[in-house]
């Protein structure tokens, strides 16, 4: 994030540069760090205050294009100069907090989360973690993981490549303005400006079109840092007339005062109003950002009515100084630190957070920021360079052993995952003889919760290099195959992700039968007619496009049986979850009905529990003394199933419920570990070994129906 010095005149190269404090840009730090803060701390009471974050943004882009707009860029060492100020700014720090983070994260979290915050921290060190999350959040697996204690330098990530990309541009516009003789300042705003209306219209596209990816990703947040950008190039072309700065708006000063309480209540608005089901980033960013330009383009008075008799008193001018710091410090605290004191953060914990941070912060601000922005850093030019590289290297190089030795942990534990499945009580078979086989609550686990995260379906990897499910936004129709291609017995597996977790159990009935299974799969999208709740109507669409389109291919495809299962975890269009029931029990009744009419045997299958615990292998890796910990109630984790609704009324002795509950669950507990193996590699989605485990239960519904077709 940018200094807070200013220059008041820069649209003239031979001019000098005048740099100031502007204790109101360094109030506004204060104020946007707070938000994020508050904001992580007590989500639920301060719903908005996630847009600090484009507060900082309108800032940094402010600043650093004055900053260029002082110095115009005219050659490759230009651009070198202004990168190594940048390098020597910011990444002591952040690789001091990545550093610190993989550290803590060894030591206090669970081994399940070391390989994604290793992965997470690696693409952190090199300022791409943005787009690493912007494709965890179109997975519909990945975007239920637990959150990474370095996930928030994405916003990092985006003005670091802000900055790589914005100088360049600049350099681009100076060297059109000198080429063809027009005026620097406005030529410079006319690009910037083509620049900020582009990404915006980009934005607003996708935020209506993607929106869990328009939140991350580059060119959807540029126009925001651009915003500042255009307000430094307006009152760098005034500068030329030599206006002093709190002249820069030609307003008196009580309207400039006016302007920046306006400005200043925009942002708090947003932080009190806006919640994480507001479109975003989209217009209504709008709102926070030129409510920051606002206060900044008014400048005004520290006196008076002003809000910058507020903003420039020491202890919030403090906190502006330690701005960057306290941003990188709270979060992986926030983080880490249930794993330590329990479940959820108490107000102890908070206090501790919050103090905490402000203390590391000052800290690293005096001893880590401060000591390398010094001059001596600076010469020779390549020694920033070679600085920012070795650091980048030796977050990457931990991040990578850390991954290392979880792979090698995963293999250490895969010959006893063989052993086991030879146990008489291993996973479901627990169920049979319950007197005989008594729930695990200690000792090892196969798999281990290690290998549990990611003893997955192979439904949920990439075959022959694509993807078996199909995705927001688009819902394209994509199928997998598996089991022995030239068999005659053909069936298909249709569904969400809940169906796809049943993909081991069918493999193993097809090897020993000799079938063909064919995957039509959907994140999230139910296999039905009802239009669901989706974040827009057009994805609504796509995914009834896609069952339609599935239900197509079925009564084509020449199917001996289809499997279908879903978890309902999107509610119906305009109605609760609750009141979703019915409509869901009609939309699955819809393509049963066709698939009755075209004499398709159908198994639906019961869908299973999805645990109140957010991760499973989490909860086991932090309770080795006492598994039951982890455990669940039918009457909490068991949810209300319309496809038994559906099924029964179609009258099809053909189409039939298999209800394999019983193998999963007790008479009242839901365990998460049944014959010593761990039931969810997730926090609803049953691991692979599990599944395998439930094959013969399933096999023979399955084989009934096949016989009596």
């Keep these: 994030m940018a200094s807070t010095t200013a220059p008041a005149r820069s649209a003239a190269p031979t001019a000098p540069a005048v740099t100031i404090l502007r204790p109101d840009i360094q109030g506004l730090r204060a104020v946007a760090v707070s938000m994020v803060l508050v904001y992580h701390l007590f989500p639920h009471r301060f719903t908005g205050g996630f847009t600090g974050v484009d507060v900082f943004f309108v800032i940094s882009g402010f600043l650093i294009t004055s900053h260029l707009l002082a110095h115009p860029p005219a050659s490759a060492r230009d651009l070198a100069t202004f990168w190594s100020r940048r390098i020597r700014r910011l990444l002591p720090a952040a690789s001091l907090v990545l550093l610190a983070t993989l550290a803590a994260s060894r030591l206090v979290a669970p081994d399940t989360q070391w390989a994604n915050t290793a992965a997470q921290a690696k693409a952190a060190a090199l300022y791409i973690v943005n787009w690493r999350l912007a494709n965890d959040s179109v997975d519909y697996l990945a975007a239920a993981a637990a959150p990474s204690p370095v996930q928030h330098f994405w916003s990092l990530s985006v003005e670091e490549q802000f900055y790589i990309g914005w100088p360049i541009l600049i350099l681009i516009l100076v060297a059109l303005a000198a080429w063809r003789r027009w005026k620097l300042i406005p030529t410079v705003t006319i690009g910037l400006t083509i620049a900020v209306g582009l990404s915006l219209y980009y934005s ?149 957070i ?57 293999t250490a534990a895969k010959s006893a995952l063989a052993k086991a499945r030879t146990q008489p009580c291993f996973g479901a078979a627990s169920f049979d003889a319950p007197a005989r086989c008594p729930e695990k609550t200690t000792g090892a686990l196969t798999p281990t919760p290690l290998q549990a995260a990611t003893d997955k379906s192979d439904a949920y990897h990439k075959t022959d290099g694509h993807d078996c499910f199909a995705f927001i936004p688009a819902f394209a129709v994509r199928t997998c195959t598996f089991g022995d291609p030239k068999a005659k017995t053909s069936v298909a597996l249709v569904g969400n992700s809940h169906a796809g977790q049943w993909l081991p159990a069918l493999e193993t009935l097809a090897a020993q039968n000799h079938w063909r299974i064919t995957t039509y799969l959907a994140s999230q999208c139910a296999f039905a007619t009802t239009r669901q709740n989706f974040a827009t109507p057009e994805f609504a669409t796509n995914c009834v496009d896609w069952g339609a389109s599935v239900a197509k291919r079925l009564l084509t495809g020449h199917y001996n049986l289809v499997v279908m299962t879903n978890r309902v975890s999107v509610s119906a269009e305009g109605r609760s979850l609750a009141q979703s029931w019915p409509l869901y029990a009609q939309g699955y009744r819809h393509y049963l009905a066709q698939l009755s009419a075209a004499h398709i045997p159908v198994v639906g299958i019961r869908d299973t529990p999805a645990p109140s615990q957010p991760l499973i292998p989490d909860c086991l890796a932090a309770h080795t003394d006492d598994y039951s910990q982890c455990n669940g109630t039918r009457a909490k984790w068991l949810p209300r199933e319309p496809l038994v609704e559906a099924i029964a009324a179609v009258h099809d002795p053909h189409i039939v419920l298999a209800d394999l509950i019983g193998h999963i669950c007790g008479p009242v507990v839901c365990p998460a570990v049944a014959g010593g193996v761990p039931v969810y590699f997730d926090g609803s989605h049953m691991t692979a070994t599990y599944a395998r485990t439930l094959a013969p239960y399933l096999g023979a519904v399955v084989r009934k129906v096949l016989a009596a077709a």
């Design 204 to 352: 607003i596209h996708e935020t209506i079109t993607d929106p869990a990816r328009a939140y991350f990703v580059t060119p959807t947040r540029v126009w925001e840092l651009g915003i500042g950008g255009l307000l430094a190039a307006a009152l760098s072309r005034r500068a030329l007339g030599r206006q002093k700065v709190s002249e820069a708006v030609p307003l008196p000063v009580g309207a400039r005062v006016v302007l920046a309480w306006l400005g200043l209540a925009a942002i708090l608005l947003t932080g009190l109003t806006y919640t994480g089901a507001t479109p975003f980033p989209g217009w209504k960013a709008l709102v926070p950002t030129l409510g920051t330009a606002a206060v900044i383009a008014a400048c005004a008075p520290g006196s008076g009515w002003s809000p910058v008799r507020v903003l420039k008193i020491r202890p919030v001018q403090w906190l502006g100084d330690i701005s960057y710091s306290v941003y990188l410090w709270h979060w992986p605290m926030i983080v880490l630190v249930p794993y330590v004191s329990g479940d959820h953060l108490g107000r102890l914990d908070k206090a501790v």
């Design 354 to 410: 919050v103090l905490l941070s402000l203390i590391l912060a000052d800290l690293t601000r005096r001893f880590v920021e401060d000591r390398f922005r010094a001059g001596s850093w600076g010469r020779p030019l390549f020694k920033p360079f070679v600085l920012g590289a070795t650091l980048m290297a030796l977050v990457a190089g931990c991040a990578t052993a850390q991954v290392v030795e979880v792979k090698h942990r995963e």
